[in-house]
């Protein structure tokens, strides 16, 4: 039997949450080992190595060659903000145990606004991550073979659904599945940079032969503007670099040092990485051309066109397609803290088995696949949208911690505090100039969604205080007093059901009544049919009056809700319960074969009255 009002659903989600982060109660199995945070919530990382040192590249071409000499210094830079990164989340991990990173910073030193602004600017960034990774993913796939290029949609679809799938099995779970692709990923890639410094000149230049160049001709300096813009775009290489601190409750016991241990692998690996190929595209002198990504490029330069080349470029598509996997494990728990906070519902703070955030999860995939029903599987449409959130979130952060070190005072302070300062420094730029740039390529749906999504949030918690007043929560109520209560149950035929109705019935109130509705103009069967039971009725002699409500308009649930309201109005009782008797079928599919009678009589009384609601289902 379910009512109106549900007290679990209007208290505080804490309430209802059995397994509370920290407590160490929760089955350590399905929660993350190091090695299994790398492989779960490190792949939107990972992956962006495939499409990072492009972006800058691509910049830089527009200065021609001398402008693709300056592509290891703006890495270098990227690695340095990549460590300042590190290091400033690995202090989130050990000051905020409980996950939330950005949001749970901001809420603790920088007001309740700004920690809505970051979760807002995460939650889109998380979104996008999915729809991007999968469509990148997706991408290269079509590219090898050209003739699903058709389907595109259904395959991220399918993707997503797998991803999904497997992240509704628990986290842990999604870590086993991943980290043998990522494994491979990440060893094919240090396989290119450490073959490729030991070689004197590409082994193989056919993966860029017979394609065009997208090199400038003419240009022979580099503006300060375009470093700046090939720093932004090569800063999308950093997104995901958060999700460790969102996610630390999911981590095994020590969750903080094991975190903390993650997130440092995560820089140490990312920054290796990037460097290294960017020292093999000066080395190799390469160029971006069309249709051929400088990644498979490197691939050719360094292993040549043979098995090592294709696996690189397999390991890839794989790696792209699951980097979504990061959202799943980060924005759950961000969702389960901001719903915690009253901010989102209170569903959103439920876990269910394998410590799985189930409609947090069903939530992003929901979200995700209308993005790519929408875009049409196409990356390119989604690209100028992403990366955006996770700068806004990374400097307020930044910020953040520096009022943390201010606050705290602790040994060492004064240089904490100069290292986050300066990373909030340099992620403020490139939030700045990556809006700049792509603000007319569809940054400005960024720049509304951020604030549309504080304001939802805020009108949610102020919905939560409203219902917390009424229910007068952190009060020590009254003491109970006895109510009078009249229970009505609508009844049609007599059946098994109505007897199991009227006994309940009578064990709820201090009177009971059954109610049927008659038409007021009745045809043959009609009338037929309203004898029968009323002849049935005094027959069985159930010891409950049986109350004909006519109508003329041939409804079920209006009748019986402006019968519940006269009632009401008669202030005889202090308290109506309709108790609805339906049919519980062994089949899932068997609900189909229903009238749903109790569906229509209930949507009436919710809307229409103020009784509590109840349905009895009486399982076959």
Request: glycine share 10%; aromatic share 6%; net charge positive.
């Amino acid at each position: 039997m379910t009512g109106t009002a549900d007290p679990l659903s209007a208290t505080p989600p804490a309430t209802a949450e059995p397994e509370p982060p920290g407590t160490g109660r929760a089955d350590e199995r399905h929660r993350l080992t190091a090695l299994g945070g790398l492989a779960a919530l490190s792949l939107d990382a990972m992956a962006s190595v495939a499409y990072g040192p492009e972006s800058i590249v691509l910049v830089l071409a527009a200065a021609g060659g001398y402008g693709l000499g300056f592509t290891l210094p703006v890495t270098v830079a990227i690695a340095v903000l990549l460590a300042v990164l590190v290091a400033s989340y690995r202090q989130v991990i050990a000051a905020f145990p409980d996950g939330g990173g950005s949001y749970a910073v901001a809420k603790a030193h920088l007001g309740r606004r700004t920690a809505l602004a970051a979760a807002a600017s995460l939650v889109i960034d998380y979104i996008l991550n999915v729809a991007v990774s999968v469509t990148a993913g997706v991408a290269a796939l079509t590219s090898a073979f050209p003739g699903l290029y058709g389907d595109r949609v259904w395959l991220c679809l399918g993707v997503l659904a797998l991803v999904t799938a497997v992240n509704l099995r628990g986290i842990a779970e999604s870590a086993r599945w991943f980290m043998v692709p990522t494994a491979v990923f990440v060893a094919s890639i240090l396989a290119i940079i450490v073959v490729g410094l030991f070689r004197d000149a590409p082994a193989s230049p056919e993966a860029a032969a017979g394609h065009a160049s997208a090199l400038a001709g003419n240009a022979t300096a580099v503006g300060a503007l375009l470093l700046l813009k090939a720093f932004a775009s090569g800063c999308s290489a950093l997104t995901g670099v958060e999700a460790i601190a969102n996610a630390v409750p999911s981590f095994r016991t020590p969750g903080v040092r094991r975190a903390q241990r993650t997130e440092v692998a995560l820089g140490a690996l990312l920054g290796v990485m990037l460097i290294g190929l960017a020292v093999l595209i000066g080395r190799f002198h390469l160029q971006p051309v069309e249709g051929v990504t400088v990644l498979a490029q490197l691939a050719d330069a360094s292993l040549g066109q043979g098995f090592g080349f294709y696996l690189v470029q397999f390991a890839t598509v794989v790696l792209l397609a699951l980097a979504a996997n990061t959202s799943f494990g980060g924005l759950p728990v961000l969702l389960h803290l901001l719903a915690r906070d009253n901010h989102l519902p209170h569903v959103f703070a439920l876990r269910a088995d394998r410590q799985v955030h189930r409609h947090g999860v069903l939530f992003l995939a929901g979200v995700s696949a209308v993005l790519l029903v929408a875009s049409g599987g196409d990356v390119n449409s989604l690209v100028p949208l992403f990366a955006i959130g996770v700068f806004v979130g990374f400097t307020i952060c930044q910020i953040g911690m520096v009022r943390h070190w201010e606050r705290a005072r602790c040994a060492g302070w004064r240089g904490k505090a100069l290292l986050n300062g300066f990373g909030a420094l340099l992620t403020g730029i490139a939030t700045l100039v990556v809006t700049g740039t792509k603000f007319t390529e569809g940054a400005w749906g960024i720049c509304l969604a951020l604030p549309l999504l504080v304001l939802l949030f805020e009108r949610i918690h102020r919905t939560y205080g409203r219902i917390g007043t009424r229910l007068e929560l952190g009060r020590t109520p009254g003491p109970l007093t006895e109510q009078r209560s009249l229970v009505v149950v609508p009844v049609r035929a007599i059946t098994r059901l109505t007897r199991e109705a009227l006994s309940a019935a009578l064990s709820l109130g201090d009177e009971v009544r059954a109610v049927t509705v008659v038409h007021a103009e009745p045809d043959a069967e009609d009338r037929q049919a309203a004898e029968a039971l009323r002849r049935d009725w005094e027959l069985w002699r159930p010891g409950v009056d049986l109350v004909e409500i006519p109508d003329g308009h041939r409804r079920l649930g209006a009748p019986i809700a402006a019968y519940v309201n006269a009632l009401a109005a008669e202030n005889a009782f202090d308290r109506i319960t309709v108790l609805i008797p339906e049919v519980e079928p062994a089949r899932l599919w068997q609900r189909a074969l229903q009238n749903q009678r109790g569906a229509v009589i209930d949507r009436a009384l919710r809307r229409h009255t103020d009784a509590v609601v109840c349905r009895l289902r009486l399982r076959m």
